[in-house]
């Protein structure tokens, strides 16, 4: 993984997990008055309430993810790299598409049933949400140029010429 690639995506995904951890401290900790008060005034405070633990799992799934690469130096196939990505970021678009009910209430029932499966996933199993983070980080991990693909042990070696050792 370069390095810009490791700061980048830490930097960012810290700051996520930072305005979660915010977020829910003062959702935890505030009166019961106020809070109820900021959840009818502002669609943000019920995003925050639907989207902060389920973000905060995910982005803690990407920092653990990305140490673990970037201190172990661990490579990837090509085709196992693209897939750990597209699975991650499928995860993020879904915590996405759960916030649509959020904005916009007139489409609530065609999102409805995401939003419910991703409050689902949080209670019931958090470290899902996690695994999919630590999919994300693997995704950003550097690509092994010796790994030829999954049939390389039936094809013969590289350094081998017209059938017969070199």
């Known amino acids: 993984m370069r390095k810009t690639t490791f700061i980048g995506n830490f930097v960012a995904w810290v700051a996520v997990a930072a305005l979660c951890i915010a977020f829910l401290a003062w959702y935890h900790m505030s009166d019961a008055g106020v809070v109820s008060a900021a959840l009818a005034g502002s669609s943000l405070v019920q995003l925050g309430v639907v989207l902060a633990s389920p973000a905060l799992l995910y982005a803690m799934g990407v920092v653990l993810g990305l140490l673990l690469v970037w201190f172990k130096r661990i490579l990837m196939g090509r085709v196992a790299k693209r897939a750990c990505r597209a699975v991650g970021i499928a995860l993020a678009v879904l915590l996405a ?40 980080a693997l995704g950003c991990a550097g690509v092994d140029a010796s790994k030829r693909g999954p049939f390389a042990k039936y094809l013969p070696d590289d350094d081998e010429k017209d059938g017969r050792a070199a």
């Open 97 to 136: 598409l759960a916030a649509v009910p959020v904005f916009s209430p007139d489409s609530g029932g065609a999102f409805l049933g995401v939003s419910v499966v991703v409050i689902y996933v949080t209670r019931a199993a958090p470290i899902l949400i996690m695994v999919f983070g630590l999919l994300y």
